[in-house]
């Protein structure tokens, strides 16, 4: 079975400070998919990042960068010098594949940034 | 015109009444899907289509009942609900073919609060 673990419920930094949300998850597939999804007070969930399990190159994209260590089954996600803007609750999730339809979402990480 | 539109955004009803949630997309998705958000669990799969056909119920209990009437809309009917059933009920569109073997992203409408009282 899927798991996804994020143990941080709720982290709280000032403006400009660095954040790294943790994820850490459980899959006997071989070919699977992570994703990082934004959720602000709005509601809907914003999809910030796929990647996939043969690619383990890490990603920046501006402020945000996501580190994938197969070997601890880790797929964390990095604000540098964030912004009240990124205040949100950050989700990670997890889909098995090819062909498999649904994502398992750990429980979210609420980040609140404070000026 | 936002891509995922869910209306209402919030609802109370009680135990006995029957209601709906509905959803649009304006975004030439092919498959949809439900998802439940409650304080206490993490996001649940509900349901999903994909063009137009029921392609997974997560064993949700009867007093949900789904219905796609054209790729661009999804509904949720709901009748003698819990209170346990209140919840951020939250709808998705995705551009693939559910099961053809690439995860594309989803796209989520901002949702309905919903509390059974």
């Known amino acids: 079975a899927q798991k996804v673990t994020q143990a941080q419920t709720e982290i709280s930094v000032v403006e400009k400070e660095d954040v790294t949300l943790d994820c850490v998850y459980e899959t006997r597939d071989t070919t699977y998919y992570l994703f990082w999804y934004k959720q602000p007070p709005s509601g809907e969930l914003v999809f910030l990042i796929r990647r996939n399990s043969f690619d383990e190159q890490n990603e920046i994209s501006g402020r945000y960068s996501w580190n994938f260590q197969k070997s601890t089954s880790s797929f964390n996600f990095t604000i540098t010098a964030s912004q009240v803007v990124d205040s949100a609750v950050y989700f990670c999730?997890?889909?098995?594949?090819?062909?498999?339809?649904?994502?398992?979402f750990g429980s979210g990480t609420r980040l609140q940034v404070q000026p | 015109e936002t891509g995922v539109t869910q209306t209402p955004r919030h609802l109370v009803m009680g135990m006995t009444n029957k209601k709906s949630l509905k959803c649009e997309q304006h975004l030439g998705h092919n498959a949809m899907y439900w998802y439940k958000q409650s304080a206490k669990k993490p996001l649940e799969l509900m349901f999903v289509y994909s063009l137009e056909e029921r392609v997974e119920n997560n064993s949700v209990p009867s007093r949900f009942s789904p219905e796609c009437p054209n790729s661009s809309h999804l509904f949720l009917h709901l009748h003698t609900l819990q209170p346990e059933d209140s919840a951020l009920y939250l709808c998705a569109s995705s551009q693939t073919e559910v099961g053809a073997g690439i995860n594309e992203k989803l796209f989520f409408g901002s949702g309905t609060q919903l509390s059974v009282l």
């Open positions: 999730a997890l889909s098995e594949g090819p062909g498999r339809r649904a994502l398992t």
